[in-house]
């Protein structure tokens, strides 16, 4: 994965959330945006994922702008993985039902290929026994896991996970995390907003730190985390690792 930044900005009618960025990243498998809340990394994965559009300058992905016409970032979307911190699963579908629903609706599976990609991609991650259980019945683990299965079975480019345990206890937290870890060591490719700092330093190729709209710090994580360059960076991390 390659990412491109060019004085990229980003305003939501007050002060500016991403501030004319400009940043090459990679060729890398993981990203991982770490700062302070208000910084920029959710909107900033929102415009990677197409989910919302640039006020000023571009963005590149593996070369490629960020589409501008209705179609084409249709299809962008579409060829990416998106997973939030809040679940994003239908309340009144099952497990199953919250994978096939996309496979057939957006991505165009025949009904009964895209309940057999479902139950072989909830089998990989475990769930196959909470395949009939609404969202209601399940652990906010295991929602979470559902969304990353979700995310999975459509075989997407890049995935994109916005900050995917800030809603969960230690626990739940733990057992996402190591689901990310396992994508990680399938060779998958990711950028991930998160707190988990600790995780960060496991799992990330890159960090880049965000704070006040923009990309302070980018580095790998032993030199991100061990000799930091930007004093916004080195407070942040006193505070956040402090315990």
Same mark, same amino acid.
């Given at each position: ?98 994978? /096939? ?6 991505? !165009?599976?025949?009904? =009964?290929?895209? $309940? *057999?990609?479902?139950?072989? #991609?909830? +089998? ?48 739940? /937290? ?6 990310? !870890?396992?994508?990680? =060591?399938?060779? $998958? *490719?990711?950028?991930?907003? #998160?707190? +988990? ?47």
């Amino acid at each position: 994965m390659k990412l491109s930044l060019q004085k990229l900005t980003k305003h939501f009618g007050g002060p500016h959330v991403l501030d004319n960025i400009d940043a090459e990243i990679g060729p890398v498998r993981s990203l991982v945006l770490v700062g302070p809340s208000g910084g920029g990394k959710s909107t900033l994965l929102r415009l990677i994922a197409g989910l919302e559009r640039p006020d000023a300058g571009s963005l590149h992905l593996d070369g490629h702008p960020l589409p501008t016409d209705e179609p084409a970032l249709l299809a962008y979307r579409r060829s990416l993985g998106v997973v939030f911190q809040a679940f994003n699963l239908f309340p009144h579908l099952s497990a199953l039902e919250n994978i /096939t629903l996309p496979l057939e609706k957006v991505h !165009g599976h025949p009904p =009964a290929e895209a $309940r *057999e990609i479902a139950r072989q #991609t909830l +089998a990989r991650f475990q769930l196959d026994a909470h395949s009939s259980k609404k969202p209601a019945a399940l652990s906010g683990g295991q929602k979470q896991r559902v969304a990353i299965a979700r995310a999975i079975a459509c075989k997407p480019r890049l995935l994109l996970f916005d900050e995917p345990t800030s809603a969960l206890d230690p626990e739940m /937290t733990a057992e996402v995390l190591d689901l990310i !870890g396992e994508l990680k =060591a399938d060779g $998958r *490719e990711f950028i991930l907003v #998160t707190h +988990a700092m600790h995780f960060a330093r496991h799992v990330a190729d890159q960090v880049a730190f965000l704070a006040q709209g923009r990309i302070l710090e980018l580095a790998p994580p032993d030199r991100f985390f061990h000799a930091p360059e930007h004093p916004l960076c080195r407070d942040f991390l006193a505070r956040v690792l402090r315990y």
